[in-house]
């Protein structure tokens, strides 16, 4: 009976050595959030999972939030939202972004209905190159991003947030 129970725990063990650690390690990791610079849609302290598989089969898209390593300081992880892609030019003017593309060689003013209100920040204009993403914090006051150290090369972004749980979030509608 005895030898019986330890090879059973040795089998549960190695499946799942088997098993969870690829998934861990090459599907989905999971994050904490830290700092207020994607307020107010994601807080101090929110559980993010992200999904590290899908960009080695397609690129990433505007308005996706990311993980990634930020050029100026590869220890650590940052959560931001991407807003221009690959070879587009970006004009913050006025509190406002506008995209230059070849589909609107023109440009048209970015659409951003997921943030709560008005948001000032400063001008600025940059072209990036076919493997840069320039992103920014939804809380543009207190956000450290692309304005202020360029934009974020592709081999730097680990994956996009497809989970999300906040404490926060679920206490304010538990309160209402």
Avoid: C
Wanted: proline share 5%.
């Amino acid at each position: 009976m005895k030898k019986e129970s330890i090879f059973n725990f040795i089998e549960t063990f190695l499946v799942l050595i088997l098993v969870i650690l690829p998934v861990r390690f090459f599907l989905f990791e999971p994050f904490l959030v830290k700092g207020q610079s994607m307020e107010p849609n994601f807080y101090n302290y929110d559980y993010l999972i992200i999904d590290k598989l899908s960009y080695f089969f397609r690129n990433p898209e505007r308005g996706e939030v990311i993980v990634f390593r930020p050029p100026v300081d590869k220890k650590v992880y940052y959560i931001k939202r991407i807003i221009g892609l690959p070879g587009e030019r970006i004009e913050i003017k006025d509190s406002k972004i506008k995209i230059f593309n070849k589909e609107n060689p023109g440009g048209f003013v970015l659409d951003e209905n997921y943030l709560n209100g008005h948001y000032t920040f400063g001008d600025l204009d940059i072209t990036l190159s076919n493997d840069e993403y320039f992103v920014l914090g939804d809380n543009r006051e207190v956000s450290y991003d692309s304005r202020k150290w360029g934009p974020v090369k592709k081999r730097d972004i680990s994956g996009r947030v497809v989970f999300h749980f906040s404490l926060i979030k679920l206490s304010q509608a538990l309160s209402r």
